[in-house]
């Protein structure tokens, strides 16, 4: 088995779970209780990862954080290495590609916390962010680890948007999915069937953690 | 300034009349306001505006010398920013904390120390002791309810309002918590603004109502005025009860409690303390009428007196009866022609114990 790209894999997936755990949170947060009408707009864009071929994604994503992009170019001026195929720039992929994965569950559990509750919360003179992480967070905890880790375990399976954005190397972008596919383009079907049990197994792991804890049907395919 | 609160709002809700409240009322220290009105009148959006939960279109909400609301100058305070205790109907305690977590919940300004300190006081009065570590699940509708209270008035709040504080309880637990509710209020000096659709409750609480319908407020006074005198057909439809009057229990025996009113006997329902001061209360279908003093029945009240005043009233007729108080009787038109009744006509009213509802006064 390829340790090195075993390890590659969950150091991506922990750190894009992280992330999203920062970023989805607030945009969940809006997504929920903002009352504009457009709303639906954003909703949507959030969504498209889960339709769009990862090849799709992965072009656009590539093309924006390019050498000739003002994001990319931005990035090498203050860093002084571009993001294409290094593991930022997987990271930065991998976090927009979970994007739903993460949101969806969190904002379906900010859903379900009372609305009364939050106003008692504002009467006894908790401001909204206060509510937020006194009351809001530990209502819907099973929400938000769940969100946590299906993004994890999506990232640990991507494949296509890897490819496209990390490239193939060795130690820094080449992912399990990857290798697995190396293994049987080189023939190397025992190799590929151990990483694709490893795989198997985690994933499995990680759902049955997801049902157990939630007891919902809904868990694993984000609904709205 | 004086120490009022002004209330002018205008809200639209689609498929439904808009809520456009004006009210302007005296606050002295434990005054309770009484929103009264049947269900969808409005009243819950007027106290969630009160709160700044809800907000209308247009208008202005000012308490003592704040302005909360004024949509012509812009300024919207967040309820964060109004100190006031806000009471939800199902109490809205949080699932995540226990009672002592609850009641603290709203106390983060203070130390450590003032925080326990006062966590405990509020346990004390509201009689949480031996609860402070259950979750809310775990307690009883009135533990909870009192829980909800506590919890409101731990950070010490300049108003308190409540959303119908009794309605999620039992019909025995209600009658019990009813009192204790008004010498708590009492006790608290704080004023307060209540919403009901109860008229018992409405007696029992208030020390002044607004009778709201339809999103207006209609009649806005002393309870006992408003109930007997109200100011036109929809708020004595809401009403619906048209003598209430003080009187003081005597004698209890079986359940059956006599007042005194003005020096005339009644005989009511329920268990109440010798002594105590009660509302009596009658409504006016709930009189019979007999020309003189006529067989053995079964009702309780047999009460002598004279037709003082004969109003139309619909299909019915409302007569006024001095018989030691003014008591309003209805009776339908073809009673009157054949019981040939007239101003100054002597009756018998006869009401049975049943319907003289006696509401604690304390």
Known sequence: MNWTAIWVTCKLASLTSMALLVIGLPIAYWLTFSKWRWKFLVESIVALPLVLPPTVLGFYILVAIGPHSPLGRFYSDIVGQTLPFSFQGLLVASILYSLPFAVQPFATAFEQVDRKLIEASWTLGLSKTKTFFKLIVPLSAAGLITGAVLSFAHTLGEFGVVLMVGGNIEGVTRTVSIDIYDDVQALNYSGAANTALFLLIVSYAVLLFIYAMNRKVWAVWPQK | ?362
């Open chain 2, 1 to 362: 300034m004086a120490a009022e609160i002004a209330i002018d709002i205008t809200k639209t809700f689609s498929g439904r009349a808009p809520i456009s409240a004006m009210m302007r009322y005296p606050l002295q220290q434990a005054t309770s306001l009484v929103l009264f009105g049947p269900s969808g009148s409005g009243k819950t959006t007027v106290l969630r505006s009160i709160a700044g939960l809800e907000w209308p279109e247009r208008g202005s909400i000012r308490f003592i010398s704040r302005t909360w609301l004024d949509t012509q100058a812009g300024i919207r305070v967040a309820p964060q920013h109004r100190q006031i205790g806000y009471m939800a109907q199902d109490y809205a305690l949080f699932p995540t904390h226990t009672v002592a977590g609850n009641i603290a919940y709203g106390l983060g300004a203070l130390s450590f120390a003032e925080r326990q300190k006062r966590v405990d006081e509020v346990v004390e009065l509201f009689q949480l002791r031996g609860l402070e570590a259950a979750k809310p699940r775990e307690l009883s509708g009135g533990q909870q309810q009192r829980v909800a209270l506590a919890r409101a008035v731990a950070p010490r709040p300049q108003l308190l309002l409540l959303d119908e504080p009794l309605s999620a309880l039992d019909v025995p637990t209600r009658m019990q918590l009813r009192s204790e509710l008004r010498r708590l209020l009492k006790h608290l000096a704080l004023p307060s603004i209540i919403v009901t659709h109860d008229w018992a409750e409405t007696l029992s609480l208030g020390d002044m109502v607004a009778v709201m319908h339809e999103g207006q407020v209609l009649q806005l006074g002393v309870p006992q005025d408003v109930f007997c005198r109200p100011v036109n057909a929809a708020v004595a439809q809401i009403v619906g009860v048209e003598t209430v009057i003080e009187g003081h229990v005597i004698e209890q025996a079986d359940g059956v409690a006599t007042v005194r009113v003005n020096g005339t006997l009644l005989k009511g329902l329920g268990v109440h303390e010798i002594g105590s001061p009660v509302f009596v209360c009658i409504r006016g279908e709930d009189v019979v009428l007999e020309q003189g003093g006529t067989g053995l029945t079964s009702a309780r009240n047999h009460l002598n007196g004279k037709v003082s005043e004969i109003v139309p009233h619909g299909v019915m007729v409302q007569m006024k009866i001095d018989c030691g108080f003014p008591l309003v009787a209805l009776v339908t038109r073809g009673a009157q022609e054949e019981l040939k009744i007239e101003r100054g006509s002597s009756v018998v009213a006869v009401i049975k114990a049943g319907a003289v509802h006696l509401v604690p006064r304390t």
